[in-house]
């Protein structure tokens, strides 16, 4: 089966800085890659997807990520971090069953904390 | 615009009892979903639906069933509900079942004492 891993549970990082998310992955064929962030009290969001192409992804918020085929990653990246952007992130990948069944697998969540 | 919504947003109830959580969404999508969401878990597929009177169990189901009448509304129903069934709960939908956005609502809070 497929999987992802985020091996931080939190990264603190001070506004302006850039910031990186980690996450890795393990899949058997060709990676369908996914993030999503969750702010307090509310569902997941979509930031950014890659499927084929350019390995670097632009999404939501100034957010992108980069897919590395030879390192099994797709770290989320910004240049400049705000306060705003302390939430929890999720990476999530395809997954496809033996019959058929597409369906995503999330990491764990990774606390994102921005300070002033 | 369109959207998901779920209710209640929080709930509070007993060991043993029926519990059903609605799912709505106004995308029109055929492909809905339920998780949960535990801490050190991240998010866990519950059930999942491709379309009307399609149901499907995800990892972790027992304990749990889905009917799907229309394409709008995806309930929930903790048959009988267990302590370990504390959790968030997150509906979502999506045009395509794993390459397209997957879109989610706000989320119950559910307590089993």
């Known amino acids: 089966a497929q999987s992802v891993a985020q091996p931080e549970d939190q990264v603190n990082v001070a506004e302006g800085n850039p910031l990186t998310v980690k996450c890795t992955y393990s899949?058997?064929?060709?990676?369908?890659l996914f993030w999503y962030v969750q702010y307090p009290n509310r569902g997941l969001q979509f930031l950014l997807k890659?499927?084929?192409?350019?390995?670097l992804v632009k999404g939501s918020y100034g957010f992108e990520a980069e897919f590395n085929k030879s390192q099994t990653s797709f770290h989320l990246k910004k240049p400049s971090a705000l306060v705003s952007d302390s939430a929890l992130y999720f990476c999530?990948?395809?997954?496809?069953?033996?019959?058929?069944?597409?369906?995503?697998?999330f990491g764990t969540g990774t606390r994102l904390l921005v300070s002033p | 615009d369109a959207e998901i919504t779920q209710s209640p947003r929080h709930k509070i109830t007993e060991t043993g009892r029926q519990v059903t959580l609605a799912c709505h969404q106004t995308?029109?999508?055929?492909?809905m979903f339920w998780y949960r969401q535990d801490l050190g878990h991240g998010l866990r597929l519950i059930h999942y639906?491709?379309?009307?009177?399609?149901?499907n169990k995800g990892e972790v189901s027992d304990g749990y069933s889905v009917s799907r009448s229309n394409t709008e509304d995806l309930p929930l129903t903790l048959e009988s509900a267990a302590s370990s069934q504390t959790s968030v709960y997150f509906c979502?939908?999506?045009?395509?079942?794993?390459?397209?956005?997957?879109?989610f609502g706000p989320g119950t809070r559910l307590t089993v004492l």
């Open positions: 979502a939908s999506s045009e395509s079942p794993s390459t397209d956005t997957q879109y």
């Open positions: 899949v058997s064929g060709n990676p369908y």
């Open positions: 890659y499927i084929t192409g350019d390995n």
């Open positions: 999530a990948v395809r997954d496809m069953s033996n019959t058929g069944f597409q369906k995503l697998v």
């Open positions: 995308w029109n999508h055929n492909n």
């Open positions: 639906s491709y379309g009307v009177h399609d149901t």
